[in-house]
């Protein structure tokens, strides 16, 4: 299985755009640091069935109802999303 | 017989029982006030301290998406559907230990940005707009817009965070679809759209070039549409959104197809309505997704005391989700998510709660009194709020943000005034909420006093000693003055005597309408004042008024860019008279080109872009149907004319009226040029100083200038009880507030002046070469609109005070005086009765507002060259209290120079 | 107000000893510039090996035209000394008056206030008319005549006694004490003056800090029916105005005396029966 990074997991709260809070541990972890084993993943588009699209950073949400579809990225956060599909 | 020192005692009212030998009196030891916040409030602070400010794609992402979707639409739906979308997705992020919860974006000092306000400036990287927003001025504002290194703003990309605006980080993921869901809004942003439309007012190109030479800093209607207002808490506190939900469906029956004698718009209550009861169910959806990441959080958590918390804090979610609050913390946690949600909606700075001491007071009474709570527990939440509201970022255009606001979002908190009867207003929980202040300062929120002599002396006594602990606050503003303001100016819409008395203030210092509402709380009535108003500061921003002189006297022709800005006048201006006279026709125009312009802005973002959420709490737009854009709130009267550099101008006045029109020790031509040459001096870019005293000589001045420097640095200065110069301001204030009057916003009301400078006399200093008083090119006006300019004021805070007077202040919507006193000039008890006394003698005077910031300038000097050092030091800068390290280089120098007084 | 009758060896605002306004130079702001050298009549002013401006003092102290101060373009020259007119100090009154406290009221110190005597008397009675509180620092040490015409206009008055013996008095201030004790006694003693007069000592390591020149001192005190004294400790604060008027400071190197040793002067004025504040620290 892949290695997260804390900022994939849900066992960390953001605190700003390069480091968070463990919760489990309470220690303040970079973001891009890897998470220990067995942190659960978050949702995110890059996880959704309804997410495609090659570019490293940009895609399309197949779920949206405009047209043409709406775009999407990988790295959104989905946990609020009514339509999120995991893989 | 000589007196006895009992009877001198007796006289002075000092209870002294004195016995040969005995101990000094009680009444003068030092009061020490504790200034550490509780453990769990310093650790959610520490993680504060080493927050960056960090900025989100996820709310514009929702609204965005959800927004497209509609395109045929009413646009009042339209934007409501955007919204609740928007509400529904944002992702919940709680920490451990918070006991108040919800935040703006998914970081503890998070924000987004509005490409549906202003797509332009973090586009600019990659795109042709960039010319284009250039040509149309706010861009060079931001380039005199320097922000300090330090403290949480990221003024550069490292890593993977790439910097926008000079101050946000934003996750190099989001960046390539930030900059799509931009151009999905070009063409049609409130600032592209009102650009298109306010062409078409003649003088246009007057205004670009206006704005291009920084005359006028920031557009108004797509900057920070709303804002600098008293937010109004009772709707969700007395009805619950369930509640208002019900009111909203109740009132739809009852109007729907109706025009009700209104063929404008009476019919689009309907809509409005609709529109309301959408924004409160993703609101709901908000709250509610908190509540499940709480409850999610407890499952896992292993501490009994902490999942104890999260569990309370789920119920209390769910609980406030539908219904009103019952107990003191679920009215906290009801205000402070109403505060952020309205935030959320709009591009805010300035959002005040008000007297939030008064709105809870009926939750704190009732719960202390069955024992529910105790005043440490409140202490703690209070201190807990002010880790919260400094956390608000405002995601605005790098030169809104730090030219006007240095990186502050001004939550203030008023205090005091009077209550609904004329009494006193003041209860104990404010009592608590300036300790608080005291044992957690930090700078949100700023306190605001506002003062009557009607107020308990023990409560000033304690705002005074919060004052000495350095925190900046509070600031004291004259009731009666402010409440004077409120009846000329609102009276046509209803405002009178009692309704003044609801006065608060809005943002960091703009006296704004509110008014009273009866709160029901297990079967008492309590009677909370709350905001009725529509934003302040909007309408015309900052006019430099040194700028604006500049102007006069080199015939239109800027003197930085060379640049024609006004046609020119071809005066000789050979009389004091002649010269007075063309900068009013100047100034005139340019208020007049700016109101027409800016109007056409807000009118774009009525139309496509108006409140909803802040509407609904607002009276009377529930009961009258009408939101913001149809003067559903009681108050529409608050368009405004802001000035700075009014001191600048006034001393160079002085200076051309003695040097060159009376002495006639040398004519204007000679005057122009010594400008011209800065004196001799290099410009402060140069040398990277914008404070006067750091200025040095250029190496080929051979000192030609040093005489006419110094006779101009020596002619008669504000601030020093002398006529000359104080009555010059007193002839401007008598012509500037008045001329006001001539000017209609697009709500069909008269303006206001607004005189306070916020940080805007650093940016506007910068673009202004030298000016007849002797200030260098580059460097600060004097701040605020009645602080002396730096080292000019030589004769002691009283003579200050007396020339600050000189004018009616009620006469204006706000003044500001800022001064800057030694810590050891207020020792002790004595120290502080002091200053109560002083504060006193210039309210009584009839003086609007003053503040004091307790620092010595050593440390200042030591903060600049040690930042590390000092990342909890706070000052006051123009209306707030700021961490030092967050401000701009120019303001910091100009703070250091600022007169200290070492003796009250 | 300039002038003072006395010339204490330790006195820490030199520039009150003199009756005319006095030419001081600010080093810190003086660029060098050498217009003053060049434009004054006498030849007085001249740079040092040092780089900085020396002021012929024998010169400057009679100078009355001051041509130096007009072509100072950078604030390092400074005239000391103001002239008012009492209609103009009495406007500077009746505006800070709205700034004080209820406890608020006018002090005249020098220097030695009351060698203006016809000044002062004006602007006393003046106080009196605007319901202003008056006080004077004074050093007692003028004609008897003058001073209790003055004080009858006077609410509180501070007085020096600097040393109980009249020749130590003379050594230390240049003048001996029998006018200063004739002074106090007649007015403490006046039986229609309802003033309060607290006395106070400046105090100077080893020249009158022993406690037999305090206990005399507070023996004194008593015998004259008052009840208070002041004792100021030494502070070398006025050392740097010693050097802006071209003048040298012998007490420049002198500590101020310590905490203990305050307390303990306290003491011998408290076991005499009267009360005694220390520097500042008073309620009145």
Redo the contacts between chains.
């Keep these: 299985m892949e290695k997260l990074t804390y900022r994939d997991t849900r ?1 960390y ?7 968070g ?1 463990d ?2 541990t ?1 220690e ?1 972890v970079m973001a ?1 640091a890897e998470a220990p084993e067995g942190y659960e993943p978050i949702p995110k588009c890059k996880l959704c069935t309804n997410f495609t699209g090659t ?1 490293t ?2 895609g399309t949400c197949e779920a ?3 047209e043409p579809k ?8 989905a ?3 009514e339509m999120y599909q995991a893989m | 017989m000589a007196k006895t020192l009992k009877s001198v005692l007796a006289d002075a009212g000092i209870p002294m029982d004195f016995e040969s030998g005995g101990q000094a009196p009680e009444t003068l030891t030092d009061r020490e006030i504790t200034r550490e916040p509780h453990p769990r409030v310093q650790k959610l602070k520490d993680i504060f301290m080493e927050s960056l400010s960090s900025a989100s794609n996820e709310f514009p992402y929702w609204y965005t998406r959800e927004y497209m979707l509609h395109d045929s639409e009413v646009p009042v739906i339209r934007r409501a559907k955007a919204l609740k979308s928007a509400f529904s997705h944002s992702t919940p992020v709680i920490f451990p230990g918070e006991l108040l919860t919800m935040r703006k974006a998914p970081y503890v000092r998070g924000s987004f940005p509005m490409p549906w306000l202003s797509e332009g400036f973090y586009m600019a990287k990659e795109d042709e707009f960039y010319q284009e927003a250039l040509k149309r001025g706010s861009a060079s504002v931001d380039e005199h817009s320097k922000f300090g290194q330090g403290g949480g703003n990221v003024p550069q990309s490292f890593g993977k965070v790439i910097s926008i605006a000079g101050k946000f980080g934003i996750r190099q993921e989001e960046v390539p679809a930030l900059l799509k869901l931009a151009k999905l809004w070009f063409g049609k942003s409130v600032d592209d759209l009102g650009n298109k439309y306010e062409q078409m007012v003649p003088g246009y190109e007057t205004k670009e070039k206006i704005m291009r030479n920084i005359v006028c800093m920031f557009d108004s209607g797509f900057t920070l549409p709303q804002g600098r207002e008293v937010i109004n808490y009772y709707y969700p506190l007395e009805y619950g959104f369930d509640g208002i939900i019900k009111i909203a469906k109740e009132m739809k029956a009852k109007v729907a197809g109706r025009a009700d004698g209104d063929g404008m718009v009476g019919m689009n209550r309907l809509y409005n309505y609709e529109a309301v009861i959408h924004v409160i169910e993703g609101v709901q959806n908000w709250i509610l997704n908190y509540a499940k990441e709480a409850a999610r959080l407890e499952a896992l958590e292993t501490c009994a005391r902490q999942k104890k918390e999260y569990r309370e804090m789920a119920e209390r979610l769910e609980w406030i989700a539908h219904n009103p609050p019952r107990t003191f913390i679920e009215a906290f946690q009801m205000i402070e998510t109403v505060h952020i949600a309205a935030l959320n909606e709009d591009a805010i700075s300035g959002l005040a709660p008000g007297r939030i001491g008064q709105v809870l007071y009926p939750y704190f009474e009732q719960d202390i009194a069955a024992g529910r709570i105790t005043e440490d527990e409140v202490i703690e939440l209070l201190e807990l709020d002010r880790v919260y509201k400094t956390s608000i970022d405002c995601f605005a255009s790098v030169g809104v943000v730090g030219g006007v606001l240095s990186g502050n979002t001004f939550n203030t908190v008023s205090i005091g005034g009077l209550d609904k009867n004329g009494r006193s207003a003041v209860n104990r929980l404010e009592y608590l909420i300036l300790e608080a202040g005291a044992t957690n300062a930090m700078p949100q929120s700023t306190l605001a006093l506002l003062y009557d002599e009607k107020l308990p002396e023990d409560f000033l006594m304690l705002a005074m000693e919060v004052i000495k602990t350095g925190a900046g606050y509070p600031a004291f503003m004259n009731t009666p003055i402010a409440q004077e303001f409120l009846v000329n100016q609102y009276g046509h819409e209803g405002m009178d005597s009692e309704e003044a008395r609801a006065w608060a203030i809005g943002g960091c210092l703009e006296t704004s309408p509110c008014t009273w509402k009866p709160l029901h709380l297990n079967g008492r009535e309590y009677w909370i004042p709350g905001g009725a108003g529509q934003p302040t500061s909007v309408g015309v921003h900052f006019v430099s008024m040194p700028k604006v002189l500049e102007l006069t006297l080199f015939n239109g022709i800027d003197q930085n860019t060379g640049e024609k800005v006004y046609e020119p006048h071809n005066r000789s201006l050979d009389t004091y008279e002649a010269l007075e006279e063309q900068f009013k026709k100047y100034w005139k125009e340019t208020v007049g080109v700016l109101t027409l312009t800016n109007n056409i802005q807000h009118d774009i973002w009525r139309k496509n872009n108006m409140a909803i959420f802040s509407s609904l709490l607002k009276p009377d737009c529930l009961d009258n149907g009408h939101l913001i854009n149809e003067l559903g709130y009681r108050y529409n009267a608050t368009f405004n004319v802001e000035s700075t550099g009014t001191i600048t101008f006034v001393n160079s006045m002085a200076a051309l009226k003695k040097m060159v029109y009376e002495d006639r020790e040398l004519n204007l031509e000679e005057m122009k040029t010594a400008l011209k040459e800065n004196f001799g001096f290099r410009d402060a870019h140069e040398i990277n100083s914008f404070s006067l005293a750091d200025q040095e000589k250029r190496d080929d001045s051979d000192n030609r200038w040093d005489k006419l420097h110094f006779k101009a640095l020596q002619s008669p200065k504000y601030g020093n009880d002398d006529h000359y110069a104080d009555s010059i301001l007193l002839e401007w204030e008598n012509f500037f507030c008045p001329d006001c009057k001539n000017y209609e916003s697009l709500y069909g009301h008269t303006m206001y002046p607004c005189q306070i400078s916020v940080s805007t006399h650093g940016a506007m200093g910068s673009a202004t070469i030298a000016s007849p008083d002797g200030r260098l090119s580059g460097t600060t006006f004097a701040d605020a609109s009645l602080s002396a300019y730096p080292g000019t004021d030589k004769n002691g805070p009283f003579a200050l005070l007396n020339s600050a007077t000189v004018w009616d202040h009620s006469m204006s919507q706000n003044c500001q005086l800022n001064i800057k006193v030694h810590p050891s000039a207020i020792n002790g008890h004595e120290g502080a009765k002091k200053l109560l006394d002083l504060t006193r003698a210039y309210m009584r005077k009839g003086g609007f507002h003053i503040q004091y910031n307790i620092v010595d300038s050593k440390v200042l000097k030591a903060a600049q060259e040690h930042p590390e050092n000092y990342r909890d030091l706070m000052v006051r800068v123009a209306g707030f209290t700021q961490y030092w390290v967050e401000i701009g280089k120019g303001v910091q120098d100009e703070l250091i120079a600022r007169t200290e007084y070492e003796g009250v | 107000m300039n002038g003072c009758p006395l010339n204490c060896i330790w006195c820490c605002n030199p520039e009150g000893l003199f009756r005319s306004q006095v030419i001081m130079y600010k080093e810190s702001k003086c660029v060098c510039c050498g217009n003053c050298i060049k434009r004054c009549p006498h030849g007085a002013v001249s740079i040092t090996s040092e780089g900085k401006l020396s002021f012929n003092r024998l010169f400057c102290d009679v100078c009355q035209t001051h041509e130096c101060l007009d072509t100072c373009y950078h604030g390092g020259i400074e005239l000391i000394g103001k002239i008012y007119t009492p209609d103009q100090l009495m406007r500077i009154f009746q505006r800070d008056r709205q700034f004080w406290g209820p406890g608020g009221g006018v002090t005249f110190s020098g220097g030695e206030p009351l060698i203006q005597h016809a000044f002062v008397l004006e602007m006393l009675k003046r106080c009196k008319k605007a319901y202003l509180h008056t006080c004077v620092e004074t050093t007692s040490c003028l004609s008897t005549d003058h001073y209790m015409t003055l004080m009858q206009y006077v609410d509180w008055v501070f007085t020096d006694l600097k040393h109980m013996d009249s020749e130590k008095h003379r050594e230390l201030t240049g003048v001996g004490n029998a006018l200063i004790l004739k002074n106090i006694e007649t007015l403490a003693r006046q039986a229609n003056w309802d003033g309060f007069i607290v006395p106070r000592i400046p105090i100077i390591p080893d020249l009158n800090d022993s406690d037999g020149n305090i206990g005399a001192t507070a023996d004194f005190v008593k015998s004259i029916g008052l009840e208070v004294i002041n004792v100021l400790p030494f502070h070398r604060f006025g050392e740097s105005k010693y050097r802006q008027i071209g003048k040298f400071y012998r007490f420049a190197e002198q500590k101020p005396p310590l905490t203990e040793k305050m307390q303990h002067i306290k003491e011998v004025v408290e076991n005499r029966g009267l009360v005694c504040f220390i520097g500042s620290d008073t309620p009145f």
Excluded: E, G, H, W
Aim: glycine fraction near 0%; proline fraction near 6%; hydrophobic fraction near 50%.
């Design positions: 066992n709260a953001p605190i700003d755009v390069t480091k809070m919760l489990l309470r303040i891009d570019d950073f940009m949206s109802m405009n709406f775009i999407a990225y990988p790295d959104m956060v946990t609020t999303c």
